[in-house]
């Protein structure tokens, strides 16, 4: 079942991110930050099979080591490793997910669903307030179009 992106954010407080890199590059640490810029609230922990810090965050290897549980998943990878991620998370009871960039394939979408979890797509920085350039360049556009 798709859910509205807005929803994911209003109603997340504990999300395990998939794709964080150890040397803090790339776009997952670019959601995060943006995330949490907007949603203090909001408390991350990496899912990583192999490291037990990234940056600031907490890491587990699975979803299921996730004490308290999260509420939502955000999966920065992709294919093969987007659908694995997909599995792990229904083994950690996690029924939210937001499948960004490559991660949202057909495949992975109705796989997601076949979980019978709420799935939500796109660039999560397009529905943040106050991002930078090129950011709030795309979320100008994507209102333009009334894709927000």
């Known amino acids: 079942m798709m859910f509205s992106q807005k929803e994911f954010l209003e109603s997340t407080r504990h999300v395990a991110v998939y794709g964080l890199k150890r040397d803090n590059t790339g776009f997952a640490h670019e959601v995060v ?3 949490t810029s907007v949603h203090t609230e909001v408390d991350v922990t990496a899912i990583h099979p192999e490291s037990d810090k990234i940056g600031s965050f907490h890491t587990v290897q699975s979803a299921q080591e996730l004490s308290p549980p999260a509420d939502s998943a955000i999966v920065v990878l992709g ?6 991620a997909i599995d792990d998370i229904a083994r950690g009871s996690i029924r939210k997910v ?7 394939t057909p495949t992975n979408l109705d796989h ?3 979980l019978g979890m709420q799935v ?7 529905f ?3 991002q930078g350039f090129p950011h ?3 979320r100008a556009l994507a209102k333009l179009f009334g894709r927000i």
């Open 112 to 114: 997601a669903e076949s």
């Open 33 to 35: 930050k943006a995330i």
């Open 128 to 130: 943040l307030e106050g």
């Open 98 to 104: 937001w499948l960004v960039q490559n991660a949202a």
């Open 79 to 84: 294919g093969s490793a987007a659908h694995g």
């Open 120 to 126: 939500t797509k796109g660039c999560p920085i397009l």
């Open 136 to 138: 709030n360049f795309h």
